[in-house]
Structure formats: C-alpha cells, structure tokens
C-alpha cells in the first residue's frame, strides 16, 4: 500500500513557476514508476510527465516539453515537478501516481495509487 500527498500548488501568474512536491509513504518507493496527471474543469485527466523507477528515465506530454521537469528522490520517497514559464492553459488539479508495473505512462488506469491532487491556477 502507497499513500501519496501533494504539495506546492498554488497562483501564479504567467511566466511564472511553481515545484510540486509528491511524498509517498511505504517502504518500496523505489519499485514503483511515478507519474504526475492534471485534470481541468470539464477535461478529461491528462498525462504531464513520468520517471522510472531505477534509471529515472523520464517521460512528458509536448504540451509541458521543455518547460516542466520531473524528478524523484528515493531516499526522500518524494517525486517533484518543477514547473516553469507556466501559461493559463496550466491551471488544473495536478495529481501525483504510483505504478508497480507500466508499459505506457500515459495511460491512468496503469496507475494503482493516486494522491488527492493540488491545484495550479495560473493567472493570465
């Protein structure tokens, strides 16, 4: 069993930045593959960025290429999402997931734990 909380969220204006936090509970944070999703008002949930377990090979939608980053810290069991030159279009729920096994990183239902998410409201 994972638990997953996370933190940072925030307003922000456009152009700015914000680092999300995820931490995990448990003992096994490195065996799993970690994603982080966002979910619009009337959206569906969308894929923005994932990292492997050993390797931290990472994984990001275009929209957020180039702007956010994903990383983890396996002693710390936290995984982060650095977002910068954030845009309007950004302002969501960001929700951090575990996977035990995945073959596609964007896919939600290969995630078995989600955290409650965090909102981002960017200001145009």
């Known amino acids: 069993q994972v638990q997953l909380v996370e933190s940072g969220g925030g307003l922000v204006q456009a152009g700015g930045s914000l680092r999300l936090s995820c931490a995990a509970s448990?003992?096994?944070?490195?065996?799993?593959?970690m994603g982080w999703f966002r979910q619009a008002p009337g959206k569906e949930r969308e894929f923005v960025a994932g990292i492997s377990q050993i390797v931290y090979t990472t994984y990001y939608a275009d929209s957020v290429k180039g702007r956010f980053t994903i990383s983890r810290d396996n002693a710390k069991n936290t995984v982060y999402l650095q977002m910068n030159s954030l845009k309007p279009e950004d302002t969501a729920v960001y929700y951090c997931a575990a996977a035990s096994t995945i073959r596609h990183y964007g896919t939600p239902s290969q995630y078995n734990y989600w955290g409650q998410g965090t909102q981002v409201t960017v200001s145009s």
């Open positions: 448990g003992r096994t944070f490195s065996s799993y593959s």
